[in-house]
């Protein structure tokens, strides 16, 4: 939290004004005279002391109009100071008092004032500051509202000038505090809320989450336990909204020391954890009732419960990929008659699931709906590296040969990509424990060259990839993208089952029509729609469309519509 602006005390001006005669007990007159200080007096004088009604002008600029009484400023009036200050209101032998209004120093006070010192209430605007509210002794004192010029303000008790008491506090990101503040630190039980949605309440220590409390981001997930610095640190449980749920001990958020995990997919782990990871002893219960116990260094078991070193899933997996991409591609048959469909769909970040999960929807809709007979998919993931083709610059360059050696120029490509992706335009390939390098926009076209005269779709979900456009665009290419060269897209978490843009085109758009280019539309609504439901910036999907490769489509369904017909036809006949 943003610590509050100290107010600048007031020094209190002292008005005495006994006026002295030229001679012994002599008075003044005529009444418009000068003052043994240089002020010329303009008003009423009785015995040679300044009473009722006047005007003081001093050399230096400064000057006061209004009431007297025994020779001090008393009652109404108001003063200028040689700098441009000014004060109008109430005076009480020479001093601010009462309601009045003083404008000093870029800033303006109306409100009480006591024995000079602004006191009670009233309102200050100053540069950057705007309060209203108590003040006592030239501080903001008691109830009020603080504002600064960031967007951060406070509402509530206030003593020496900072906040002091119960109250609410916002900071310039539209972050919320509520609680008991001490000298403008949340101290105690208190209420957090931030901008994105997320929430805490407990303990506080310096406006920092420390003690005891409960933290629920805005997916769901809920952390209780013991924070310390802001951070989930000492024993406390995670109930995650996919519906895991960990118990034991946290550093800094992360599992860290002794504790029990019960994941999604029913499996239970129970031992050692460091960074969110299994390490250490620990046993593994998968729902099947399959135990794996024993070593476990950075999640994988290195060691049985009897201490025998096991070999590394990283090897075996690099083992099986040859042979699992051979028989990927040794399944994609050769074109037959008439305009065949063929598809490749990549998920392409192992460190999240939902790329996975969004690459085998899509594979699965492209035939079941699209009649795709010749399909790979290629994917990255962390448990998946021993049975799945791992979705590489070189496995997605064979698979592309493939499709153009099995395919014919009658027959449509369909390419749907899944990743993260970079300001750089390169679709992230990232699978965990290795090294893979990212896929530029150019060295995708590269890859495509086998495909040069096919025609074809090309899907890209990531986030800036709009700016694949340029690279990848002819005549023979409709290329769909999730955002705009330069926005992010959204959708990328652990468990979610589609990216905003792969379930707004697959799982809805192409479900309601098979035009492409009303897919496509559809699409970009309903992506607008959640983008602004969820108070994001928009990420604006991006087309280009050849008339050539839209008109194939359409041919593609007629033909697979006169298809359908044809084998209802042949259907009927045999069960008469």
């Given at each position: 939290?943003?610590?509050?602006?100290?107010?600048?005390?007031?020094?209190?001006?002292?008005?005495?004004?006994?006026?002295?005669?030229?001679?012994?007990?002599?008075?003044?007159?005529?009444?418009?005279?000068?003052?043994?200080?240089?002020?010329?007096?303009?008003?009423?004088?009785?015995?040679?002391?300044?009473?009722?009604?006047?005007?003081?002008?001093?050399?230096?600029?400064?000057?006061?109009?209004?009431?007297?009484?025994?020779?001090?400023?008393?009652?109404?009036?108001?003063?200028?100071?040689?700098?441009?200050?000014?004060?109008?209101?109430?005076?009480?032998?020479?001093?601010?008092?009462?309601?009045?209004?003083?404008?000093?120093?870029?800033?303006?006070?109306?409100?009480?004032?006591?024995?000079?010192?602004?006191?009670?209430?009233?309102?200050?605007?100053?540069?950057?500051?705007?309060?209203?509210?108590?003040?006592?002794?030239?501080?903001?004192?008691?109830?009020?509202?603080?504002?600064?010029?960031?967007?951060?303000?406070?509402?509530?008790?206030?003593?020496?000038?900072?906040?002091?008491?119960?109250?609410?506090?916002?900071?310039?990101?539209?972050?919320?505090?509520?609680?008991?503040?001490?000298?403008?630190?949340?101290?105690?039980?208190?209420?957090?809320?931030?901008?994105?949605?997320?929430?805490?309440?407990?303990?506080?220590?310096?406006?920092?989450?420390?003690?005891?409390?409960?933290?629920?981001?805005?997916?769901?997930?809920?952390?209780?336990?013991?924070?310390?610095?802001?951070?989930?640190?000492?024993?406390?449980?995670?109930?995650?909204?996919?519906?895991?749920?960990?118990?034991?001990?946290?550093?800094?958020?992360?599992?860290?020391?002794?504790?029990?995990?019960?994941?999604?997919?029913?499996?239970?782990?129970?031992?050692?954890?460091?960074?969110?990871?299994?390490?250490?002893?620990?046993?593994?219960?998968?729902?099947?009732?399959?135990?794996?116990?024993?070593?476990?260094?950075?999640?994988?078991?290195?060691?049985?419960?009897?201490?025998?070193?096991?070999?590394?899933?990283?090897?075996?997996?690099?083992?099986?990929?040859?042979?699992?991409?051979?028989?990927?591609?040794?399944?994609?048959?050769?074109?037959?008659?008439?305009?065949?469909?063929?598809?490749?769909?990549?998920?392409?970040?192992?460190?999240?699931?939902?790329?996975?999960?969004?690459?085998?929807?899509?594979?699965?809709?492209?035939?079941?709906?699209?009649?795709?007979?010749?399909?790979?998919?290629?994917?990255?993931?962390?448990?998946?590296?021993?049975?799945?083709?791992?979705?590489?610059?070189?496995?997605?360059?064979?698979?592309?040969?493939t499709l153009a050696e099995r395919s014919r120029p009658d027959d449509l490509v369909l390419i749907y990509l899944s990743s993260h992706g970079t300001s750089e335009?390169?679709?992230?390939?990232?699978?965990?424990?290795?090294?893979?390098?990212?896929?530029?926009?150019?060295?995708?076209?590269?890859?495509?060259?086998?495909?040069?005269?096919?025609?074809?779709?090309?899907?890209?979900?990531?986030?800036?990839?709009?700016?694949?456009?340029?690279?990848?665009?002819?005549?023979?290419?409709?290329?769909?993208?999730?955002?705009?060269?330069?926005?992010?897209?959204?959708?990328?978490?652990?468990?979610?089952?589609?990216?905003?843009?792969?379930?707004?085109?697959?799982?809805?758009?192409?479900?309601?029509?098979?035009?492409?280019?009303?897919?496509?539309?559809?699409?970009?609504?309903?992506?607008?729609?959640?983008?602004?439901?969820?108070?994001?910036?928009?990420?604006?999907?991006?087309?280009?469309?050849?008339?050539?490769?839209?008109?194939?489509?359409?041919?593609?369904?007629?033909?697979?519509?006169?298809?359908?017909?044809?084998?209802?036809?042949?259907?009927?006949?045999?069960?008469?």
């Amino acid at each position: 939290m943003r610590p509050l602006a100290p107010l600048t005390p007031l020094a209190p001006i002292a008005l005495a004004l006994l006026l002295a005669a030229c001679g012994e007990g002599e008075p003044l007159s005529p009444p418009d005279a000068r003052l043994p200080d240089g002020g010329r007096y303009r008003g009423e004088v009785v015995n040679g002391v300044l009473q009722g009604q006047g005007r003081i002008d001093y050399p230096n600029g400064s000057g006061y109009i209004g009431q007297f009484a025994d020779g001090q400023w008393h009652g109404e009036g108001e003063w200028h100071g040689r700098n441009g200050e000014t004060y109008k209101g109430g005076f009480n032998h020479g001093l601010f008092e009462g309601q009045g209004t003083l404008v000093a120093h870029g800033a303006t006070y109306t409100g009480g004032f006591l024995q000079g010192r602004r006191d009670g209430e009233g309102t200050l605007k100053e540069p950057g500051v705007s309060y209203r509210g108590g003040f006592k002794d030239d501080q903001y004192s008691g109830n009020g509202h603080l504002e600064l010029a960031d967007g951060s303000q406070y509402q509530g008790q206030f003593a020496h000038g900072k906040p002091n008491g119960e109250g609410q506090r916002s900071d310039a990101a539209g972050n919320h505090f509520s609680g008991n503040f001490v000298d403008g630190m949340l101290e105690g039980h208190g209420n957090y809320n931030s901008a994105d949605g997320d929430q805490y309440i407990g303990n506080f220590r310096h406006s920092q989450l420390d003690g005891r409390g409960r933290y629920e981001n805005s997916d769901g997930d809920v952390w209780i336990g013991e924070f310390k610095d802001g951070a989930l640190t000492g024993h406390g449980e995670l109930l995650g909204a996919d519906g895991s749920h960990y118990k034991g001990e946290f550093n800094e958020w992360k599992f860290s020391g002794s504790g029990s995990l019960n994941l999604s997919d029913g499996s239970v782990y129970t031992g050692q954890f460091d960074n969110d990871t299994y390490e250490g002893q620990g046993r593994l219960v998968a729902k099947n009732g399959n135990v794996q116990g024993g070593t476990w260094l950075n999640g994988q078991r290195v060691r049985d419960e009897q201490g025998q070193l096991l070999p590394d899933p990283l090897d075996l997996g690099l083992l099986n990929q040859g042979r699992l991409l051979d028989e990927a591609l040794a399944a994609v048959p050769r074109s037959s008659s008439g305009i065949n469909l063929y598809t490749l769909a990549l998920g392409g970040d192992g460190q999240q699931s939902v790329f996975m999960r969004e690459a085998d929807y899509v594979s699965h809709m492209l035939a079941s709906r699209f009649g795709a007979t010749g399909q790979i998919t290629l994917v990255n993931h962390r448990d998946h590296l021993a049975d799945r083709p791992m979705a590489s610059r070189e496995t997605l360059a064979r698979s592309i040969r493939t499709l153009a050696e099995r395919s014919r120029p009658d027959d449509l490509v369909l390419i749907y990509l899944s990743s993260h992706g970079t300001s750089e335009h390169e679709l992230v390939l990232d699978q965990p424990r290795l090294q893979l390098a990212d896929l530029p926009a150019d060295q995708l076209a590269t890859l495509l060259a086998p495909l040069k005269n096919r025609d074809k779709i090309i899907v890209i979900s990531a986030c800036y990839s709009g700016g694949f456009i340029p690279a990848l665009k002819d005549e023979h290419t409709l290329i769909m993208t999730a955002s705009r060269a330069d926005r992010v897209s959204f959708g990328c978490s652990e468990e979610a089952d589609f990216t905003y843009f792969g379930d707004a085109l697959f799982a809805q758009a192409l479900n309601e029509t098979d035009d492409l280019q009303q897919a496509f539309e559809l699409a970009r609504g309903h992506v607008a729609e959640r983008e602004i439901a969820d108070n994001f910036e928009a990420s604006e999907p991006q087309i280009w469309a050849p008339k050539t490769v839209l008109a194939h489509w359409q041919r593609l369904r007629q033909q697979q519509a006169r298809n359908a017909l044809q084998n209802a036809s042949q259907a009927s006949v045999m069960t008469r």
